[in-house]
């Protein structure tokens, strides 16, 4: 507030307790005075920004009004009013006082316009009018840091930048500058010097809930979960009642697949802010995900209850109808939804997949290539152009040969623990459907995709390695290995370990150094179908997941791939069993016999019972957790076929694999248009 001239003794005496700090007394004498001074103008004023300041605006307000309709002219009565009538949440009102006043040339007036235009959302006008304030006067960070929000809002990230700098360069220690500075760099894609500017504002402010819930979100944004939790916890203790802290905390707990701890927090954001919309979107993700629709279901109906935002409720209805096949309507439901509290990703995914089950497969691969163009602008995967593991791969190629294998020494390895089983293959080949059997055996111990052999592999420091390893080095990356898995999920006496990772069978040098006696399976499925389910999946990325977000990269990536296993099968005495997806399908009981037998495991009729196994695992963590909760279906069996025409260039790279696995070709005789390989 602006404080006015003041003239009478009587309001010299509410002035001087003021200036002494006693603002309630200011005000009740104020008051006093009024009974007998009503229409003293000073006196309107004075009292009605003392009733402003202790929080009765209603009051302040209704004397302020007073005061000018006394004095028209008084632009400073003029101004706390605006600014009261702003700070009850009336910007209507304040603009119909503003547009009463001539703001020309005045950079405090025009700057609270500005405020006023951003409150009624009349982005460009506001912008206008920081940009005229900015004109007369500089050196104003507080309409700097104004103008950058409003760009921001507009949609241009670098004029927030730029404004934001200004802002900072007047005011290098405030840290809501600071913040406003790193939302604006990170919706630049300038993620690392997000991360900074955040840092900063959290160093300087870090009892302020706000600033540490933006530096958590980053941190979780760039793939630093763990750290994350720190800072969000920080936040927590600061403030119990705010749902947006709760949220981020769930989500960087499931960053690492603690998601019972995430649903926790979900659930804790819901009871401290039972209208947070988003805590309903990420709570209805996570029970979708874990196979629990009765439980989704009571969510919904609490939504409604607490009438959450109508977008949000239709989102989290549409997983609901997707899983009980009520399809059509399901799609209906998501395409209806544009709120920022729903990742475009994964509501692009839901089109997507709702779209192929309907058979509109000209929707479905336009909203899938959304989803992959939405996850090569985050932050993770800004690391990787999605080639950089088919390169990886062919260095493999080039180092395992025969040659190489023939200088590997003699080494006596330890025969205990037995060796696991590896099933591997490609991604999407049927690695979740055909563990979940195997885990319905009781003497099996099925090891979900856990980088196992990745820590082993960066203890030695590269496969390149092997042919140094002699036996004492060999058994202490053995033993490496059981150290980690005993540490993870220890396996009780007696059962067989199968550990499952699909492209761990880019690490079939290391398995048979360490495990030569080991077993592989192999699970087969088209190409084609393996690769377009891949594009087709939002998967964590990392190197080797970026390359599916693009159709051409993940073809090539599966051609090397399927290369290296080949070659990997020529140069070691590998014992393998490979399991078609298709046939699995086809006739469950015949292929998993089949499977058994080369385990040497008694048949077990309880294998069969997949469902009931999959819905004791509860959350599983591949993109397959849907499907394996249903009767065995042959709708993705030789589902490329409806997208022929999208993977038009890629058929060339893809028809020699279907071919050598006996699929039959792809291409029309004597075709080969498109791109080679």
Request: proline letters at 5%; aromatic letters at 8%; one cysteine or more.
């Amino acid at each position: 507030m602006v404080a006015p001239q003041f003239r009478s003794s009587s309001t010299a005496d509410v002035v001087a307790l003021y200036q002494r700090g006693d603002i309630k007394g200011a005000r009740d004498l104020g008051e006093k005075l009024l009974d007998f001074q009503s229409s003293n103008p000073t006196l309107l004023h004075l009292v009605g920004m003392l009733c402003c300041q202790t929080g009765d605006l209603a009051r302040g307000i209704l004397l302020l009004e007073r005061c000018l309709r006394q004095t028209p002219g008084d632009m400073t009565a003029r101004l706390n009013l605006v600014r009261a009538l702003l700070d009850a949440g009336k910007p209507e009102q304040a603009e119909a006082v503003c547009a009463n006043a001539d703001v020309t040339g005045n950079p405090e007036w025009l700057r609270l316009h500005g405020d006023i235009l951003k409150c009624l959302q009349q982005f460009d006008a506001a912008g206008r009018a920081y940009e005229a304030a900015l004109t007369i006067n500089t050196g104003d960070f507080e309409a700097w840091n104004n103008l950058g929000n409003i760009r921001l809002e507009n949609g241009d990230p670098d004029g927030a930048i730029a404004a934001f700098e200004r802002a900072r360069t007047l005011q290098p220690e405030s840290a809501l500058i600071l913040t406003n500075l790193g939302k604006a760099l990170a919706a630049g894609h300038q993620y690392s010097e997000s991360l900074v500017e955040l840092q900063r504002a959290a160093q300087l402010a870090p009892q302020d809930t706000n600033t540490l819930l933006e530096f958590g979100r980053m941190m979780n944004r760039v793939g630093r979960s763990r750290e994350a939790l720190e800072v969000l916890g920080a936040a927590a203790r600061l403030d119990r009642s705010n749902p947006e802290v709760f949220v981020a905390i769930g989500l960087a707990f499931a960053q690492f697949g603690e998601f019972d701890r995430a649903e926790q927090a979900y659930r804790f954001a819901i009871e401290v802010g039972p209208t947070f919309a988003q805590a309903y979107v990420n709570l209805g993700l996570l029970l979708e995900q874990s196979n629990r629709v009765e439980q989704l279901d009571e969510l919904i109906a609490a939504a409604k209850a607490n009438r959450i935002a109508r977008d949000e409720l239709a989102y989290i209805e549409a997983l609901s109808l997707f899983r009980k096949g009520e399809l059509s309507e399901a799609l209906q439901h998501v395409r209806s939804t544009h709120s920022e509290s729903i990742d475009p990703l994964v509501r692009q995914q839901l089109i997507g997949q709702l779209a192929d089950r309907l058979g509109d497969a000209d929707t479905a691969f336009a909203a899938f290539t959304a989803m992959n163009r939405a996850m090569a602008r985050d932050p993770t995967a800004l690391a990787f152009d999605g080639t950089e593991h088919t390169c990886f791969v062919e260095g493999l190629t080039a180092v395992t040969t025969s040659d190489w294998y023939s200088q590997w020494p003699r080494i006596n390895l330890e025969t205990t623990p037995p060796s696991p089983v590896f099933l591997v293959g490609f991604p999407r080949s049927g690695t979740t459907l055909l563990d979940t059997v195997l885990m319905g055996h009781p003497d099996t111990h099925v090891l979900e995709e856990e980088p196992l052999l990745a820590r082993v592999r960066d203890m030695l420091g590269g496969i390149e390695r092997l042919h140094e390893v002699n036996t004492d080095e060999a058994n202490a990356l053995r033993r490496r290995y059981f150290q980690e898995l005993d540490s993870i999920s220890p396996v009780a006496p007696g059962k067989l370990v199968i550990d499952k990772l699909p492209l761990n069978v880019l690490r079939t040098p290391l398995i048979h150094r360490l495990f030569p006696d080991a077993k592989f399976i192999f699970a087969a499925r088209h190409p084609c179908d393996a690769v377009l389910s891949c594009f087709m999946q939002n998967f964590k990325i990392n190197q080797a997941m970026a390359t599916f977000l693009d159709i051409r990269n993940a073809s090539l990536f599966y051609d090397r791939t399927l290369a290296y296993w080949e070659q990997c099968q020529h140069v070691f005495p590998l014992n393998v069993h490979v399991i078609r997806y298709e046939s699995m399908v086809a006739d469950m009981e015949v292929e998993v016999r089949a499977l058994i037998d080369f385990l040497g495991l008694p048949w077990d009729d309880r294998m069969l019972d997949y469902q009931r196994t999959a819905a004791d695992r509860g959350y599983i963590r591949t993109p397959s957790y849907s499907q394996v909760t249903e009767r065995v279906y042959s709708r993705a069996k030789g589902r490329w076929e409806r997208y022929r025409a999208h993977l038009q260039d890629v058929l060339p790279i893809l028809s020699p694999w279907a071919e050598k696995l006996g699929y039959g070709p792809v291409l029309p005789l004597g075709g080969s248009e498109g791109a080679g390989i």
